[in-house]
């Protein structure tokens, strides 16, 4: 059974940071592109990041570039996202995703889903 469990989320002021770490388990990691998405209220799913299995290779959803850093640790089975200069546009629900490929970051593409951690920007 995969289960992808995220957490760091919470209350971060405009222009503060947070970091979501997400543990993995039930799959073999070091060979699994993993990623995250976003989801705030009326709006759909959005890529944020992906990384290659090794961690060579990132790509990032333009709205996060220069802010956000994705990074995993193979060893922990754990894939973190770090979050800087956060905008109130960046609150929403964040998903670990694990994905079939290191492709586009669409959802199409990501086999399993965590459950979510809430990240809310006040300004």
């Known amino acids: 059974q995969v289960q992808l469990i995220e957490s760091g989320g919470g209350l971060a002021q405009a222009g503060g940071s947070l970091r979501l770490s997400c543990v993995a388990s039930?799959?073999?990691?070091?060979?699994?592109?993993m990623g995250w998405f976003r989801q705030a209220p009326g709006k759909q799913r959005e890529f944020v990041a992906h990384?290659?299995?090794?961690?060579?290779?990132?790509n990032y959803g333009d709205s996060v570039k220069g802010r956000f850093t994705i990074s995993r640790d193979n060893a922990k089975n754990t894939v973190y996202l770090q979050m800087t200069n956060l905008k109130s546009e960046d609150a929403a629900v964040y998903y670990c995703?694990?994905?079939?490929?290191?492709?586009?970051?669409?959802?199409?593409?990501?086999?399993?889903w965590g459950q979510g951690t809430q990240v809310t920007v006040s300004s």
């Open positions: 039930g799959l073999t990691f070091s060979k699994t592109t």
């Open positions: 995703a694990a994905l079939r490929l290191y492709g586009p970051g669409r959802s199409e593409d990501v086999r399993y």
């Open positions: 990384i290659s299995v090794n961690g060579i290779y990132t």
